[in-house]
């Protein structure tokens, strides 16, 4: 007898609701291209987020499960995002490169409708134990999803200043050469600022895995750092 072939999973119409929030989110889509503000759109497409489920049967807040992400390139077709029949392959390729940048903007601002919405469930018991049920709190449902509770824009933002940071104390350090000098006065600030952001991305999580002698090392150079700031603050007094 012939194996049995696997039954298709379900196509994203199955789930209730569904075509409703698509006949809202195609008007949407035109606009988000035009004017490059995706935020609208976004938040219709996050109502998919708590109809489709995840493979526990909990909500799919990451949109990774297979419906999900049928439903988003139906979202495209049916916006007209799609390479007419029998396209070259230049056009093709040009349509799936629109597509993936469409795809990637709303994904970014999904990010910080996700982050609003699970930050909310704090204010929402019975939502929450109603389409979370195991979880008690909003870090709870953050951590089971493993989302940061920042959205991508915010993380990028932070990466990028603590670069740039990185970049302006080794820049000054480069012309600070020698074992007298000094950061010139009309760096300060900038000095001052960048040391700051370049502190606050350190965390806990930072020192995790360090071997003891490293760490005890790092310790005791923190706290010569903190010695040295706090005479750098009272010497402002």
């Not at 910080?112 to 195991?134: H, I, K, N, Q």
């Not at 930072?206 to 706290?223: K, N």
Request: proline share 8%; net charge neutral; no cysteine.
């Amino acid at each position: 007898m012939p194996p049995r072939k696997k039954a298709a999973a379900p196509g994203w119409q199955a789930v209730p609701g569904t075509q409703a929030v698509m006949d809202k989110a195609v008007p949407l889509v035109a606009p988000a291209r035009e004017t490059r503000d995706f935020g609208p759109l976004a938040k219709v497409v996050f109502e998919t987020a708590l109809l489709f489920p995840n493979s526990k049967g909990l909500p799919d807040l990451r949109r990774e499960s297979y419906a999900a992400r049928q439903w988003m390139s139906a979202l495209l077709d049916a916006a007209g995002i799609k390479a007419p029949p029998m396209s070259p392959k230049e056009v093709r390729e040009a349509v799936a490169k629109d597509r993936q940048s469409i795809l990637q903007s709303i994904r970014d601002a999904l990010s910080p409708v996700r982050v609003d919405y699970v930050t909310s469930l704090d204010e929402r018991p019975e939502e929450m134990a109603e389409r979370f049920p195991g979880l008690s709190s909003a870090d709870e449902v953050f951590a089971y999803y493993k989302i940061i509770p920042k959205a991508q824009s915010t993380i990028r933002t932070e990466n990028y200043h603590r670069r740039a940071a990185l970049q302006t104390i080794g820049a000054v350090l480069d012309v600070a050469a020698g074992d007298d000098a000094v950061v010139p006065p009309a760096r300060t600030a900038e000095v001052v600022q960048s040391v700051r952001r370049t502190v606050a991305a350190l965390a806990p999580a930072s020192f995790e895995g360090l071997d003891p002698a490293t760490t005890e090392r790092l310790r005791e150079e923190l706290r010569e750092t903190r010695a040295v700031l706090l005479a750098l603050e009272e010497s402002l007094s």
